[in-house]
């Protein structure tokens, strides 16, 4: 099964930076990546996917990298806002259907 | 809204009763699923279900728990003779039947074993 590694430390950063948030995977190359978002007390929110084949996925200010032969993702926000603080999951198939989750990165962006 | 709806949001039990959680997904998904997360952690997979079959089901899910989905639509989570150690938030997420699993989750019930 895979093994998923996110930034082991909280995130904070000023607002209008970028924030970098890292997702590590072990194992065999998944065919697709994800990543969530999740506010306290609520369930995740998908965010974006990205292919195996694909090296890189824009949505907004959100931008993703995916390269398969370091084993990473990097998940990053431009022009941060406050309203971007939340947990953000790193989530890769594991199984027949489910998906395998990291443990979140939780990040703060200070006004 | 038709998003996935989940209910309670919050249950709070004594060691020892069972509890009862349900799940409505979005109507027109094929899959269903069953996870649980505790502080610090990303949800982990406990069972799946494809319209009314549990196709899967995790090591997690021990004998005292047991899900459903009678008609291929709403679920439902049942745990016998609670635990502390079941405290946790348990989710529920759905998805079509596409190749990607994109899921979308429900806002939870929190469950307190006491």
């Known amino acids: 099964s895979q093994k998923i590694e996110q930034n082991s430390e909280a995130l904070n950063i000023q607002e209008g930076k970028t924030a970098t948030l890292t997702c590590n995977y072990t194992?065999?190359?998944?065919?697709?990546l994800q990543w969530y978002r999740q506010d306290p007390g609520r369930g995740p929110v998908f965010l974006l996917l990205?292919?195996?084949?694909?090296k890189e996925k824009r949505k907004e200010r959100l931008k993703v990298t995916f390269d398969t032969t370091l084993k990473q993702s990097l998940f990053h926000i431009t022009a941060s806002q406050p309203a971007d603080s939340a947990t953000y999951l790193c989530?890769?198939?594991?199984?027949?259907?489910?998906?395998?989750f990291g443990s979140g990165t939780q990040l703060t962006v200070l006004p | 809204d038709t998003g996935v709806s989940q209910d309670p949001r919050h249950k709070i039990t004594k060691r020892g009763q069972n509890v009862t959680f349900r799940c409505d997904p979005i109507?027109?998904?094929?899959?269903l699923y069953w996870y649980r997360q505790t502080l610090g952690q990303g949800p982990e997979f406990l069972t799946y279900?494809?319209?009314?079959?549990?196709?899967?089901k995790s090591r997690l899910l021990s004998d005292r728990f047991s899900a459903e989905r009678p008609k291929g639509s709403f679920s439902t989570l049942e745990i016998q003779r609670t635990e502390q150690g079941d405290s946790a938030m348990y989710l529920c997420?759905?998805?079509?039947?596409?190749?990607?699993?994109?899921?979308?989750f429900g806002p939870g019930t929190r469950l307190t074993v006491l």
């Open positions: 109507s027109e998904h094929n899959r």
């Open positions: 279900f494809q319209n009314e079959a549990q196709l899967e």
């Open positions: 989530a890769l198939p594991g199984g027949a259907r489910q998906l395998t």
């Open positions: 997420a759905s998805s079509s039947l596409d190749a990607t699993d994109t899921q979308y």
């Open positions: 990205i292919r195996e084949n694909e």
């Open positions: 194992n065999y190359s998944p065919a697709y």
